[in-house]
């Protein structure tokens, strides 16, 4: 899966993210959006790297990784943060 699809996962992952762990998060919505995006690629990265299997497209497992890479990122942004 290219780059621009991990993109699009991405700002889903974001938003589902922000619905898993709500909370007001420093930077608002559209930081918590951007977390998103970068933990859909750290997330599918790792995914690849760790012999998970070739993410290839838009599928139920690829969107998981997104959705947890994204949450990670979410994580470790509220701790940096506080």
């Known amino acids: 899966m290219g780059f621009f699809a991990w993109i699009i996962f991405g700002l889903i ?3 589902v993210a922000k619905l898993i762990m709500p909370g007001k998060d ?3 919505f559209i930081v918590t959006i951007i ?5 859909a ?3 599918g990265w790792i995914g690849t ?3 998970f299997g070739s ?5 139920i497992g690829s969107f998981v990784i997104a959705v947890l890479g994204a949450i990670v990122l979410l994580v470790i942004y509220r701790l940096v943060k506080r």
Do not use: Y
Not at 35 to 39: E, P, T, W
Not at 55 to 59: K, L, Q, R, S
């Open 26 to 28: 420093p930077g608002g």
């Open 55 to 59: 993410v290839d497209g838009f599928n």
């Open 49 to 51: 790297a760790l012999g």
């Open 41 to 43: 690629l750290v997330g």
């Open 13 to 15: 992952a974001g938003i």
């Open 35 to 39: 977390i998103g995006i970068l933990g």
